[in-house]
């Protein structure tokens, strides 16, 4: 069974950066794809990257230019670093498949906030 472990959430003022962590087992990580999504109060989970396993990235506009997705395969680890935060992208960040078929994780929280 797939285990995801998200970390790396907190409190940031608007303009800063955190870098977020999951660590995947279970599973042959080397070889799938994996994404970053985000879920806010009262509003539908989306998706904000996606990363294949030869490395390709893609973003929506929403976040482009300011959110980088990278993987270590070695680790079983899949990051987001966030930088130049808004509060917009205050909400529980998680990691799944591009599909979003793997059991969810618990998430981590991202407040962005003075």
């Known amino acids: 069974q797939v285990q995801l472990v998200e970390s790396g959430g907190g409190l940031v003022q608007p303009g800063g950066s955190l870098r977020l962590s999951c660590a995947a087992s279970?599973?042959?990580?080397?070889?799938?794809?994996m994404a970053w999504y985000r879920q806010a109060p009262g509003q539908q989970r989306e998706l904000v990257a996606t990363?294949?396993?030869?490395?390709?990235?893609h973003y929506p506009d929403s976040v482009k230019g300011r959110f980088t997705i990278s993987r270590d395969s070695a680790k079983a680890t899949v990051y987001l670093q966030m930088n130049s935060l808004e509060p917009e992208d205050t909400a529980v960040y998680y990691c799944?498949?591009?599909?979003?078929?793997?059991?969810w994780g618990q998430g981590t929280q991202v407040t962005v906030s003075s």
């Open positions: 799944n498949d591009p599909w979003g078929a793997l059991a």
């Open positions: 279970g599973r042959r990580f080397s070889t799938t794809g």
């Open positions: 990363i294949t396993s030869t490395g390709f990235t």
